[in-house]
């Protein structure tokens, strides 16, 4: 069984960073989806950011150009920069893992995972 822990949420103003963190344990393995969901109050999870085993990576329009995924192997955790908050990106953000490469459209759909983190809060004041 693979365990997901997320860190690194927390409050921040608009126009700043944060970045979060996600460490995988349980078990070995080498290939892998792993992704960033985030869910507001009253509205459903939506894909945020993805990045495979084989270094591809995927960000919502969103996001894109503002929030970035990387992979440290050695340490089993993805990161998620997160650049120029806006008022909209307040959200629990939560973790998820798969442990086989996923393509473009399926990395996107939170169904396609198995494993997730219990969430972490990000806060943007304005």
């Known amino acids: 069984q693979l365990q997901l822990v997320e860190s690194g949420g927390g409050l921040v103003q608009a126009g700043g960073s944060l970045r979060l963190s996600c460490a995988a344990s349980?078990?070995?393995?080498?290939?892998?989806?792993m992704a960033w969901f985030r869910q507001a109050p009253g509205k459903e999870r939506e894909f945020v950011v993805a990045?495979?085993?084989?270094?591809?990576?995927a960000a919502s329009d969103s996001v894109k150009g503002r929030f970035t995924i990387s992979g440290d192997n050695a340490k089993n955790t993805v990161y998620m920069q997160m650049d120029s908050l806006k008022p909209e990106d307040p959200a629990v953000y939560y973790c998820?893992?798969?442990?086989?490469?996923?393509?473009?459209?399926?990395?996107?759909?939170?169904?396609?995972?198995?494993?997730w983190g219990q969430g972490t809060q990000v806060t943007v004041s304005s």
């Open positions: 349980g078990r070995a393995f080498t290939s892998y989806t």
């Open positions: 990045i495979n085993s084989r270094d591809y990576t």
């Open positions: 998820a893992a798969q442990l086989w490469v996923m393509g473009t459209f399926e990395l996107r759909a939170s169904r396609m995972y198995n494993y």
